[in-house]
């Protein structure tokens, strides 16, 4: 799909100044959080007996954690120790 570029009555083209359009730039997630993602991810699914219910443990809001468990495991390792602690308490 291409731009129109409007040009008023009497301008050249080649004096129209044009917009660019950039992606934006992507921030990357720091390897040590990733690893305490992929930590916490694979022993929710493996203490769950579907994906569905890891996924669902992992992204909804625990009041007793104080947030959703992928974020807390994300911010520390405390944090990774406490969405742990909560895994083993519900088996």
Known sequence: MTAITHIAAGENAVDVARTRFRAARRTSTAPEVLARHSRVALLAFQAFESRAEALQFLNSEKPALGGRPIDI?????EGVERV???LASRT
Request: no cysteine; proline share 0%.
């Open 84 to 86: 742990l602690a909560a």
């Open 73 to 77: 495991a994300g911010a520390s390792e």
